[in-house]
């Protein structure tokens, strides 16, 4: 079943300081994982994601890193700037309640507030 | 090409009344997933489409359905609405294979039930 923590619920941050955000799964179906962006009054969108089979991946100013044998995964914002200002979700893989395999719950998210 | 659709963008119903919200997906997408956000409690599943298949269903009650037609269009149902159903409703379409599970989003369709 479901066991997804994210934390922290919310982040207030100096601009161009790093914000870091993790999510904890419990359910190891899937190798993918996955950070979306919601700004507001807009829908989410996908930032970045990662397989299973490296441990890191970054864009530019975002990365994402991930622990399998911890079963965490986390989002790093470095030289934060206003407009990351916004919810950020991890989508963990997870095991329907009847046994099905997915990527398609969302943790609770996380509201970064970047201050300029 | 063409993002995600869905109509109507807004609708307000009331407490007892049923509706029916659609959702376009991306050409060549199979998979349609259906979200509802509150404040409260972030993005909850409902249930997901996968080739006019439910393919996976959330922890909500009866009253919420769905189906898939064949080209892939989604509908969501809700029966005898309540107040606490009032919610922005999300749909997300992907390829839904192994391979390509990144999901995009439609506009959503904010609910309001008094």
């Known amino acids: 079943g479901e066991n997804v923590e994210q934390h922290p619920s919310t982040l207030s941050v100096q601009e161009g300081d790093s914000a870091v955000i993790k999510c904890t799964y419990s359910d190891s179906a899937s190798n993918y994982f996955p950070w979306y962006k919601q700004e507001l009054g807009k829908r989410p969108q996908l930032i970045i994601d990662?397989?299973?089979?490296?441990g890191e991946k970054k864009d530019q100013r975002i990365a994402v890193t991930l622990n399998k044998t911890a079963k965490h995964f986390s989002l790093h914002i470095t030289e934060t700037q206003p407009e990351d200002s916004a919810v950020y979700f991890c989508?963990?893989?997870?095991?329907?309640?009847?046994?099905?395999?997915?990527?398609?719950?969302f943790g609770k998210g996380t509201k970064l507030s970047v201050k300029p | 090409k063409a993002g995600v659709t869905q109509t109507p963008r807004y609708l307000i119903k009331t407490r007892g009344q049923q509706v029916t919200l659609s959702c376009s997906p991306i050409?060549?997408?199979?998979?349609v997933s259906w979200y509802q956000q509150t404040p409260g409690q972030g993005l909850q599943f409902l249930f997901e489409y996968f080739s006019e298949t439910q393919r996976n269903k959330g922890n909500f009650p009866g009253r919420f359905s769905g189906r898939q037609f064949s080209n892939s269009r989604s509908e969501m149902n809700v029966s005898t609405l309540e107040l606490g159903d009032s919610a922005l409703y999300l749909c997300?379409?992907?390829?839904?294979?192994?391979?390509?599970?990144?999901?995009?989003f439609g506009p959503g369709t904010r609910l309001t039930v008094t």
């Open positions: 997300a379409s992907s390829r839904g294979d192994r391979d390509t599970l990144e999901q995009y």
């Open positions: 990662i397989r299973s089979n490296v």
């Open positions: 050409s060549g997408h199979r998979s």
């Open positions: 989508q963990p893989p997870h095991l329907n309640y009847g046994g099905s395999q997915g990527n398609l719950i």
